[in-house]
Every structure is written in C-alpha cells, then in structure tokens.
C-alpha cells in the first residue's frame, strides 16, 4: 500500500455530462466516485474525497469539505485549500473522480519521479498536461490560498510558473475524462471489456 494519501476530486459542475458524474453508475458500483472510491483504496493506505459542502455522498468514506467557495464556484484551487487544511502530510496524490483507467503503474510511475525538491509532480501525455493527476506539495498551500482569493483557478498555468515535475506517457487512454455523455458510454464498454 502506498502511504502517500489519495484525495479524489469530486467537486466539479459535469456542465458538459449535463448532471453530475460523480453520481453515475460505473464498473458495477451505484456511482462513479464510489467505483473511483473501492478502486483506490486497494492501491493507496490513505483515500478521501474532496466535495463541495452541500454534496451527500450515498456510501461511507473520509470527506474533505470544501467549505471556502460559495454554491456558484467550482474551482479545483477551493479543494486544495481545503485538503491541505485538513491533512498533515507533506504530500498528496490527487485524481479526478472522472478519471477511472489511471491505473497503479502510472500511479507508480508518477511516485517514483516525486522528489521533495518540487511542488508538484504531474502526468502529461501528447494531448498535453493533467493537473488533477499527480502529486502536489505543502510547498503550494500557500500559493493556492493567493489564488483562491484571487479568483484564479488556473492550475495548468499555476504549475508553469512553479517547480513542476512533468512526466510524460505514451498512454492517453490511460488519462481519459468522462466529460461528455459519449465518453462515459465508451468508458461503460471498456471497463466491461477490462473486466471480462
């Protein structure tokens, strides 16, 4: 297991799915993050959700409430204040909870190149960088808080201006969102045909 702790993302608006996709059913579980949830916890000591106040979420888990931003705001940057309030540890592994085929080894992968030399440690594919997979550091807690306050919510620009390690695969696939109602549709046929 590794001791690094997971946070999922599951505080976003699915403006596109046109409901929320944290709440869809997937790979046999009532829900997406509930799937995301069981998934990770089989890889990583530590797994909390970062959600929005308001949100109930159907099955048990640690939760990291976002308690800063108001009911209109959806900004990643609201999550990481709250998650570096909220756990001690130097580190944090951090997935969007519609990013379902990110697998151990890419986990592993990314772990490997951490170094507690950077801020962050972040995947990249030739479709071009994931904030919301990867390693970000307390180093950062403070640069967060600025840009919550500041209205930017900008993480791929944040990680420019920072020390960023980026780790390139060949893989996209591996880093599929589920943004739309067709790419939950392929992502239902490929974790039935993974699974088989």
Do not use: W
């Not at 995301?36 to 959600?51: G, K, P």
């Not at 909870?97 to 030399?117: M, Q, Y």
């Not at 594919?125 to 808080?145: A, E, K, N, W």
């Amino acid at each position: 297991m590794i001791a690094v702790p997971c946070v999922i993302f599951a505080g976003g608006k699915s403006s596109r799915m046109g409901e929320d996709k944290s709440g869809l059913p997937f790979g046999g579980y009532d829900s997406l993050l509930q799937y995301q949830y069981e998934r990770l916890r089989t890889i990583f000591a530590s797994v909390s959700v970062a959600t929005k106040r308001t949100k109930v979420l159907p099955f048990s888990c640690p939760v990291i409430e976002d308690a800063h931003s108001s009911e209109a705001v959806y900004a990643p940057t609201a999550g990481f204040v709250a998650l570096f309030e909220a756990l001690q540890e130097e580190r944090v592994f951090v997935l969007s909870v519609d990013a379902p085929f990110v697998s151990r080894d890419e986990i592993g992968t990314l772990l490997a190149h951490d170094h507690e030399h950077y801020d962050a440690t972040i995947a990249r594919t030739i479709g071009g960088m994931h904030p919301m997979c990867g390693i970000y550091h307390r180093s950062l807690q403070g640069t967060f808080q600025t840009m919550f306050r500041a209205g930017e919510h900008r993480l791929g620009a944040m990680l420019q201006r920072v020390r960023t390690c980026f780790v390139d695969f060949e893989q996209e696939a591996a880093f599929a969102n589920l943004n739309y109602p067709h790419e939950y549709e392929n992502a239902l046929q490929r974790v039935c045909q993974e699974k088989a």
